[in-house]
């Protein structure tokens, strides 16, 4: 008998934006089908109409292929199980519907919400878990009938819901969490399979596509444990056999400890979020596979190739998963110092016009001077949108000096320094790095002064910072009039101050 293919799916709600927690299931559905040849099914799951939002979809799919996540099949790719978004597999169910309801499987149901509400109530007072209690309990095939006309002649809309069956064992061997098993009884009694409203609910929905869709493997997250034995009620109603299931460890945060909360708003939690601050792609995709699996070694940097190589879901980890914000610097950082210049141009210059900082239609002259930029800060940025910040000095007027700046020109030896220095920029034919180091050794050589006492007042009096890019390249994209005013203002200042 032939191996059975790999199929597996990532089945997003068209309700907002890519969470990393959703980035990730769709990334180990995504590493595993290339892993083992097999195929990734992208299916729009938009039956929930109220929670539905406007580009949702499209929103989640641009997001999904700026990680580098593609799929075989899908709502824009079509395939031989579509269509791939719910609402329009409407009549399929109805057609799974009718049968569980034909075999006595499952029917119709008329409590109001406001009499489910009362049941709740009176079964939390009792120290009951609350569950639907079935109402037509004790009644005749004739009775049952007959309240579900009286129900109709009040205009009432009713639900279907399945018979869950007593004193039955749902269980499985999940891939993540090891053997799994549910008493019947515990999972809320019958619910709901199709909503007043016609569409059906996501247990059952879910059900009726990943079999029809031929999905073999289930890799979801954990929160999902619970709607798990919900589905396996399902497919033995219907005698299918289920994929497999494995479910993913939480996302905790590494400040907090605590699961990863959309309602944490210290934490960003949204890929496009990442995408505006100027994280790289690859970037995102390392981080996120090492949230909960493990290649084993040391190494945490790995390429898209090598890490579809080594998927293996037996590796997923099962405990929580650390969300850490300064290991995605660290990671980030590692994949700018090597990113192509030309594609760290053009997102530093996005976060640039943003600010309002650079126009939004530079000049050539203007593009390479923020080339320049972007290149001496390459070393430091944990993500581009920092250039923002760090480069604030070839932006902003001449920032007050610091109490430590001013001890540092306050030495004997500074003034000297600075003057000669002023003196030799003077004397070089072009306002370039290398030309200006020149200077700084001839101020070397004219001095005797050398080290910190030389270098610190220098870079002080010309870019008012003690910290910065090379001194060289920071007053070459200064340029000339901008370091000569900033020596001006700093020799003035030292006068008030008697230095």
């Not at 109805?94 to 009176?122: C, F, H, M, W």
């Not at 279907?160 to 799994?180: C, Q, S």
């Not at 080594?310 to 950082?333: G, V």
Request: net charge negative; charged share 30%.
């Amino acid at each position: 008998m032939a191996k059975q293919k790999i199929r597996v799916r990532y089945a997003p709600s068209p309700t907002g934006h890519l969470h990393i927690g959703n980035a990730r299931t769709a990334l180990f559905n995504y590493l595993f089908a290339r892993h083992t040849k097999g195929t990734l099914v992208l299916r729009i799951e938009d039956t929930d109409l109220k929670r539905n939002v406007e580009g949702g979809a499209r929103s989640q799919m641009e997001n999904l292929h700026w990680l580098g996540i593609d799929w075989d099949e899908g709502p824009d790719k079509g395939g031989d199980y579509g269509p791939y978004r719910q609402s329009e597999r409407k009549d399929i169910y109805n057609k799974y519907i009718k049968q569980l309801i034909d075999e006595g499987k499952a029917y119709y149901s008329y409590k109001t919400e406001e009499e489910l509400e009362e049941q709740r109530e009176e079964q939390r007072a009792m120290g009951i878990a609350p569950h639907y209690t079935y109402e037509y309990e004790g009644m005749t095939a004739d009775e049952i009938k007959q309240a579900q006309a009286d129900a109709e002649a009040k205009g009432l809309t009713p639900v279907v819901r399945i018979h869950i069956p007593e004193m039955v064992t749902y269980a499985w061997d999940d891939i993540v969490k090891g053997h799994l098993s549910f008493e019947s009884d515990t999972i809320g009694g019958d619910f709901v399979i199709q909503k007043r409203d016609g569409m059906p609910t996501y247990n059952f929905a879910v059900v009726i596509d990943d079999h029809l869709m031929e999905i073999t493997h289930v890799l979801r997250g954990d929160d999902h444990i619970s709607n798990t034995p919900k589905q396996l009620a399902v497919y033995q109603a219907l005698g299918w056999e289920p994929p497999k299931f494995g479910h993913m460890t939480l996302i905790i945060s590494a400040d907090t400890g605590k699961k990863l909360s959309k309602r944490d708003e210290s934490v960003l939690q949204f890929i496009e979020q990442y995408r505006d601050l100027g994280y790289l792609p690859d970037a995102m995709f390392n981080f996120i596979t090492l949230l909960g699996w493990s290649p084993g070694g040391e190494n945490e940097i790995f390429n898209q190739r090598e890490l579809i190589k080594q998927f293996d879901p037996e590796r997923l980890s099962k405990s929580p998963a650390t969300f850490d914000q300064k290991k995605l610097e660290w990671i980030n950082n590692q994949y700018i110092k090597k990113a192509d210049r030309d594609t760290l141009l053009d997102l530093a210059l996005n976060n640039l016009q943003e600010a309002g900082l650079v126009e939004q239609d530079p000049t050539p002259e203007k593009m390479e001077w923020v080339r320049q930029l972007v290149n001496i800060y390459s070393v430091q940025m944990s993500y581009t949108k920092q250039i923002v910040d760090l480069a604030k000095i070839f932006f902003a007027a001449p920032k007050d000096l610091s109490d430590e700046e001013i001890d540092e020109i306050r030495k004997d030896e500074a003034r000297p320094v600075i003057e000669e220095f002023k003196k030799q920029l003077n004397l070089i034919p072009r306002f370039t790095a290398p030309q200006i180091m020149n200077a700084v050794q001839a101020t070397r050589r004219e001095t005797g002064i050398k080290g910190r006492r030389l270098f610190m007042p220098i870079r002080i009096a010309t870019t008012r910072s003690m910290v910065g890019p090379g001194v060289g390249e920071a007053m070459e994209l200064l340029g000339k009039d901008r370091v000569l005013e900033h020596l001006d203002l700093t020799l003035k200042q030292m006068s008030e101050n008697g230095l």
